[in-house]
């Protein structure tokens, strides 16, 4: 039995850089999207390694609003948001960036402190909303 018969749909959006590994951009099952989880890599494949941390944050944010909205769904379906971030001190520069990008959503949320993430990158997000 194939995942859509399951009621499973993986989710690839054709703007974002197709996933590396053995995983979709998302998920959409049971009336929610499950959103993989968004490292701060541009469209055309740029990995902000070396950017500041607000724009790693807005970027890997801006990646999950696409696959939210490929989707079919919003920010302001969001109900939950995990965060990894390397650098326990960028916890309130996320909070700035994420506040004004989640608008009046709150989903409940974690920020998790961890010590790398993968590319080098200082900022990992995925996110779980209901669906459209």
Excluded at 67 to 82: E, K
Excluded at 93 to 113: L, Q
Aim: glycine share 10%.
């Amino acid at each position: 039995m194939s995942t859509r018969e399951r009621g499973i749909e993986p989710i690839n959006v054709p703007t974002l850089q197709p996933p590396r590994g053995h995983y979709s951009h998302g998920v959409c099952a049971g009336g929610f999207v499950f959103v993989s989880g968004q490292l701060p890599i541009t469209p055309d494949g740029e990995r902000l390694v070396g950017a500041p941390f607000a724009a790693q944050a807005q970027q890997a944010l801006e990646n999950v609003a696409t696959i939210l909205n490929a989707c079919g769904t919003s920010v302001s379906r969001l109900v939950q948001v995990r965060v990894y971030i390397t650098n326990v001190d960028d916890w309130g520069a996320f909070n700035e960036v994420y506040a004004a990008w989640a608008g009046s959503a709150k989903p409940a949320r974690a920020v998790v402190p961890v010590p790398a993430l993968s590319h080098g990158v200082a900022i990992e997000i995925e996110a779980t909303a209901l669906a459209g």
